[in-house]
């Protein structure tokens, strides 16, 4: 069987229109979740405790497609570059 495994992070951005972080260091890492329920209840409770910040952001990851070596890979994006 294989895991879905989910990372949960965020931090605040330096536009929030955009999703480049104004300061890597500082991301907070919520966890690593093994199924999407879990990390999406997870992402909730962060985003709602930050709700006021306009410039605060989480993500869900969805790791086990990085794992999946079945799959061909997709390029990466590079940004600010």
Known sequence: ???RLHL???GELVDPSKNAF????AIDI????PNYEAA???WKGAAQRTVD???MRYFIAHIHR???EETEASPTEELDH
């Not at 104004?22 to 260091?25: A, C, I, R």
């Not at 919520?30 to 979740?33: K, L, R």
């Open 30 to 33: 919520v966890g690593m979740f």
């Open 8 to 10: 949960v992070f965020g």
């Open 40 to 42: 999406y209840n997870a």
């Open 66 to 68: 990085l794992r999946d």
């Open 53 to 55: 910040n306009a410039h």
């Open 22 to 25: 104004k300061d890597v260091d």
């Open 1 to 3: 069987m294989t895991q």
